[in-house]
């Protein structure tokens, strides 16, 4: 016998888990799968940055849902989170930075942040800090001789993203949602003289009116069987973990986070070897080497892990929210930065595919339809 809903969420990582709860908490019948730990989960690999600076060049609405996102969080998202479920997400809202070494990469920067200043649009606000400046930030740590300064950007944040997942998982189970776990979703047939969707996984079947495909890069076979031609490609990034220390790191950097027990993590490798989550030493040696470069005491702090994940980038790298024009009430969603716009996700996103009437004026810009 099949397992019913009003809404059937394929994918339970923090994309398909903030609109699960969302739907949850509107009283909506929700059954979420999640294809279990042997999923590429993105969130292996995922810093917990809620990042605004340099995103956006060629897609100003990109600039515009980035930075509503962050205003979100600041305001009431992460008080929300927290009153309902309980989980402090260790949420620091006082901007972020980019450690600029040498004159090449100062320059660099100036122009990439020039080219996504765009008239009639919300900017970030961003400025440049010279190495007195920068070196204010962090009393504790002295800076490395190649840095010259850093980009600051005063809406950039961070959190623990492990425990913004569970918090979301929390929520939509609070509010009678259903999380069904090892489901990995193989097959969806749709009826169309009833307008249901059946979709088969390795051991139960499940029947819904409303389809949502956000199952990171196992959404391109699903998202085809509901006339959607998505493209993904999977990007390796790897990480790095310090043993812990005092607070000596108090901004989120590119690259660079201390986190809340005082561990510190390294990262923000990009690499195209397919479906490979496995380490790579030479990346390992080149976060080590620009971390040492950027402050010289990490010599001294011992390495406690290395690991890597896969990131979900479409074409361009932007998101992908859409409906399917061949069948109706399919909806595939896709986004590599969940933390930062899971504000958006939780109340924009569940409210457009609740009710059309009320589509983000960004959503045009981020149809599957701009890679054709």
């Known amino acids: 016998m099949a397992n019913l809903s009003d809404f059937l969420v394929v994918g339970g990582g923090l994309m398909g888990s ?138 950039d944040a961070d959190l623990n993203p492990l425990y913004l997942l569970k918090a979301l998982h929390q929520l939509m189970i609070k509010y009678g949602g259903q999380y069904h776990a090892n489901q990995k979703a193989l097959k969806i047939t749709y009826d169309e003289k009833n307008k249901i969707y059946t979709v088969k996984t390795q051991s139960d079947v499940y029947q819904t009116p409303k389809l949502i495909i956000t199952a990171g890069n196992h959404s391109v076979p699903l998202a085809r069987q509901v006339g959607i031609p998505l493209e993904l490609r999977a990007e390796h990034g790897q990480i790095l973990a310090l043993g812990r220390t005092k607070q000596v790191i108090p901004y989120p950097l590119s690259g660079i986070k201390q986190n809340a027990e005082g561990s510190i993590i390294l990262g923000a490798t990009k690499n195209d070897f397919g479906f490979n989550d496995t380490s790579v030493a030479g990346l390992s040696q080149k976060l080590a080497e620009r971390a040492i470069a950027s402050f010289p005491d990490f010599k001294s702090l011992n390495l406690v892990r290395t690991w890597a994940g896969l990131r979900v980038l479409t074409p361009d790298s932007y998101p992908v929210y859409c409906e399917s024009e061949s069948h109706p009430n399919s909806y595939v969603l896709i986004s590599h930065s969940a933390v930062t716009l899971a504000p958006n996700h939780f109340h924009q996103i569940t409210n457009w595919i609740l009710n059309n009437n009320e589509k983000p004026r960004e959503l045009d810009s981020f149809h599957y339809n701009r890679f054709q």
């Open 18 to 155: 903030a609109v699960a709860s969302s739907l949850a908490m509107k009283n909506k019948q929700v059954i979420m799968l999640d294809e279990g730990d042997l999923a590429f989960r993105a969130s292996r690999s995922n810093f917990g940055l809620i990042w605004v600076q340099g995103k956006g060049v060629g897609m100003p609405d990109y600039v515009s849902w980035t930075l509503q996102a962050s205003m979100r969080w600041k305001k009431d998202f992460n008080d929300f989170l927290q009153e309902e479920t309980g989980y402090d997400l260790h949420l620091r809202h006082k901007g972020g930075l980019v450690l600029l070494h040498g004159d090449k990469e100062v320059q660099e920067r100036k122009k990439h942040l020039g080219t996504i200043e765009q008239e009639g649009y919300d900017t970030p606000t961003i400025s440049f800090l010279n190495r007195k400046e920068t070196q204010a930030l962090f009393p504790d740590f002295k800076l490395g001789d190649r840095v010259l300064g850093a980009s600051y950007c005063e809406e």
